[in-house]
């Protein structure tokens, strides 16, 4: 089971940046934050991933705190097409090699 | 370079029939991972295989559902006499490697309706 809490559902004002939380208090010290999103009927979506630093990549960045417990996914400019599903995944061990997914948040983007 | 492609895009099956979906991991890719996503719900890991192997099959219902992946051609997902609650869109992902490092790739699933 995914060890992650985020809220159910948020709205989002297109061109304002979407600033979606993600905890994950029990996380270890070699266990991965990974983001995904999936879009109405479609595969999910890979947005990006990071261990402890700061991660910035086309699609957003990944916040995580110094102390791991938690970490924010950063859509700086949100446009309606960002609308989805987000799935904030932590890796539960170093064997798992598998994505165990939440329920998520729904983001809603609205003009 | 192509991503993870699933085939047949949606198939749709009587009670009793059987199902074979198809998945072709991305190029260089070794690992494949099945999930399924019943309507209103979340993604739930069903089974990962390596070239010729099954690794872990600890999400598949017990009776029914077998996966394979070939040394040769794509994994398959077959589901023997399909039922209705078998209705469900069902997602191929593909990795490098195993790893917790390694991001996983999906393709845009087929959608199984059981008539």
């Known amino acids: 089971d995914a060890k992650t809490t985020q809220p159910t559902s948020m709205d989002c004002a297109e061109g304002r940046a979407a600033n979606l939380p993600c905890n994950h208090s029990?996380?270890?010290?070699?266990?991965?934050v990974y983001w995904y999103r999936q879009i109405h009927s479609q595969g999910p979506q890979y947005i990006i991933h990071g261990l402890k630093n700061n991660e910035t990549n086309e699609m957003a960045s990944l916040i995580i705190t110094e102390d791991r417990k938690s970490s924010t996914l950063i859509l700086p400019h949100a446009t309606l097409r960002d609308t989805a599903v987000y799935y904030c995944i932590v890796r539960v061990s170093s064997n798992d090699y598998k994505l165990s997914f939440g329920a998520g948040t729904t983001v809603t983007v609205r003009a | 370079n192509a991503g993870v492609m699933q085939n047949p895009r949606h198939l749709v099956r009587r009670r009793g029939q059987e199902a074979r979906l198809r998945c072709s991991p991305m190029k260089g890719h070794s690992h494949v991972y099945w999930y399924r996503q019943l309507p209103e719900e979340g993604l739930k890991f069903m089974v990962y295989?390596?070239?010729?192997?099954?690794?872990?099959e600890s999400g598949m219902p017990k009776e029914r559902f077998s996966a394979e992946f070939p040394k040769e051609g794509p994994s398959i997902l077959r589901i023997q006499q399909v039922v209705r609650g078998d209705s469900a869109a069902y997602f191929c992902a593909s990795s490098r490697t195993g790893g917790t490092n390694e991001k996983l790739f999906f393709g845009s699933g087929t959608q199984l309706s059981v008539l």
């Open positions: 029990t996380i270890s010290g070699n266990e991965y």
């Open positions: 295989l390596q070239k010729e192997n099954i690794i872990d």
